[in-house]
């Protein structure tokens, strides 16, 4: 098992950054695959950025593709979103996710396919 805490979540005017960080801890970071996820109110949870074990594959959401970068640290044993750009329908919590999952059924894409969570952090972006 692995346990997630995220951190970073601010309130940011539209075209500033934020960096948010999800820091590992209790297992192998580097066996996890890694995902930011995120929620708005009222609305369903959403995916926003995947990266495998060691970072060679990578994939993001159309709504953030060209401004947020996913990438990790093993080391450090740390997975980090850099925010650039941003609007106000980027206000949401950000959830961090981990799986060791295999799937040729679902793409890492289905929150699903995540058993373990961190809190979330509160991103507020102004007009």
């Known amino acids: 098992q692995v346990h997630l805490v995220e951190s970073g979540g601010g309130l940011v005017q539209t075209g500033g950054s934020l960096r948010l960080s999800c820091a590992a801890s209790?297992?192998?970071?580097?066996?996890?695959?890694m995902g930011w996820f995120r929620q708005a109110p009222g609305k369903e949870r959403e995916f926003v950025a995947h990266?495998?074990?060691?970072?060679?594959?990578?994939s993001y959401a159309d709504s953030v593709k060209g401004r947020f970068t996913i990438s990790r640290d093993n080391a450090e044993k740390t997975v980090y979103l850099q925010m650039n750009s941003l609007k106000p329908e980027d206000t949401a919590v950000y959830y961090c996710?981990?799986?060791?999952?295999?799937?040729?059924?679902?793409?890492?894409?289905?929150?699903?396919?995540?058993?373990?969570w961190g809190q979330g952090t509160q991103v507020t972006i102004s007009s």
């Open positions: 990266i495998s074990e060691s970072g060679g594959r990578i």
């Open positions: 209790g297992s192998t970071f580097s066996r996890y695959k």
């Open positions: 996710a981990a799986t060791q999952a295999y799937s040729t059924t679902y793409s890492y894409s289905y929150s699903g396919i995540y058993p373990y």
